[in-house]
């Protein structure tokens, strides 16, 4: 147990400080600064690296980042100017990634960042939840008692039985990061984030030992002969599609490239090109549409993404209509009643809950970004009233690690109430074939209290497996999911590089109905049944008590690329992580894991997490910080030599 309160140097700008951290009822408060003698005084790293450890092990302690946290605050308190110029040499210093990646992504986000350190106080719930999404050290603070208010009580009702009548076809779509500077020929194994661009003159098939093939590599964001060949494929498999859902992320991964006008004219042409194959799109907004990346400040702080949600609302409006696209102007969601039929497709902004959007960082955390919940509730409403079936479409699902708790408890209480209405929900993000399940009980998940589905497509861009679309099955009356099919472009076949070929991987119900099914009487799965939220939650179970079973799963995130293996640990975090409707009950959390290995003295061994869909270089300059003490020196270092390029007032 820590004592009461404790000293902790911390760096200012032109002087050094103690800080005298009171620890009691497991939080940090930064009570008193103090002078020290010595002008740029130590960041006393012995002492942090232990709290680094305890950090990173203990359910509370949060010591150590608040520490580094407050360090930023005061480089922050400086202007903009100075924080951008000290992250991006820390992130040069590094080696992180090459100079122009750290020069021009910190120049986007590092601004946004220094706003928010300047409003975060050091100890408060914000500041902790910026430790975990920074630095990954922090448990998350528990959700905040609320009860989301409805305006009527939820009526008894069972979840409708399929109709039996002939299915629907409709086609999901995620993550298609097309990059319209894909050069063929270009270097495929470079040392950039993303490769198969010509970044220097020397880029050609004459001079790379790796060049970029016609229709992509694993190496590098999609070209738009990928993205075509997709829709060709997809009027080619289902040509009587009822329409399409595409949950997100057209710009490439090169964060430190973006712009306004660059964003602008690379989802304009995605959207015409998707309109052009004769398709019928219910879209959604990724966190890379925005630049910089991730940005999306909710209404109240400033209209910064309205050039954003205009230029969705136009892009959509042709299939949504002019009402709904006037609504997602305002903050990027919109409500629109399919036609022929008794579906509504709710579209919402899940980037209001994104925990790397950090406009978000504020004291206190809106409740309700933009109003958004509210008008969720307001719309399912009406639909239920108007026994209306409802697709909840998003970018990340709500269940993400990458989602505020408190903010994903919110949403799933509107899923609890207005699960009778909702048929399914559709997201992408993390570019994997997934699925999450929510419950009305989860401290007690069973397949009698699974309560909706959400179905995670995996994506185009061939960064995280081959490339990828779904085909569902839908019932015509409940639009219940029947069954779920997976397409793929195997990079691997020696035809990829001549023209794409797009093949059937696997269908869920065929994979996964005999194991569910097993030991019960008549091993045939109805092709008219639902994959009911019931039906996945005995999947996993299936997946529990099935070790071959999991490692197939595993391996379809991917579709069969670079699957690595997952057991003990890995496995049981992995079903976790499936029956995690809510973020707060999802076991894979932000961050890093110490590792037990020996390491040279000033470094950490960890075990870092998948990546999902983020792109914060500031934050992987932060994540390296707390696992490398020299770093905390070089920052140190860094302030002394940049201070006296500032005038200070």
Partial sequence: MRAPSFIIPVLAIGRAINAVVDTRDGYQKVLAPGSKEKPLGGLGVDAIAASIREDAQSPVSCVACEAILLQLKLVASRGDGFFVDVMTELCKRSGVEDDDVCAGSIALEGPIIADSLRKISIGSRTSRLACVAFMGLCSY????????????????????RPSGLKPLHVVHFSDIHVDPLYVEGADANCSKPICCRQYTNGDNPDNVEFPAGPHGEHTCDAPVSLEESMYAAIREIVPEAAFSIFTGDIVDHAVWDTSQLQNTLGIADAYSRMANAGMLVYGTAGNHEASPANSFPPSAAKNDSQWLYDLLSSAWSPWIGPRAAEISKEFGAYSAKHPGGNLRVISIST???????????????????SGQLAWLVEELDAAERASERVYIIGHMSMGSRDAFHDGSNHFDQIVNRYSNTIAAMFFGHTHFDEFQISYADYSNKSHANALATSYIAPSLTPTSGHPAFRVYAVDPITFGVLDATTYIANMSDPSFSTKPKWTKYYSAKEAYGPLVREGE???????????TPSFWHKVTEVFERNATAFEEYFARRRRGWAVGSCEGECRSTEICKLRAGRAQDNCMTPGFKLSHADEPENHFGAVLEEEECGGSIVRDILSIMVMDLDMLSAFEEIVTEKRDLYSYG
């Fill in 351 to 369: 980037n209001m809950y994104y925990v790397h959007n950090y406009w978000l960082y504020e004291e206190p955390m809106e409740r309700d970004p």
């Fill in 141 to 160: 603070p528990e959700v905040e008692p609320y009860n989301v208010s409805f305006p009527s009580p939820k009526p008894r009702a069972e979840r409708p």
């Fill in 521 to 531: 009487e008549g091993d045939v799965v109805d092709e008219q049944e639902e994959l």
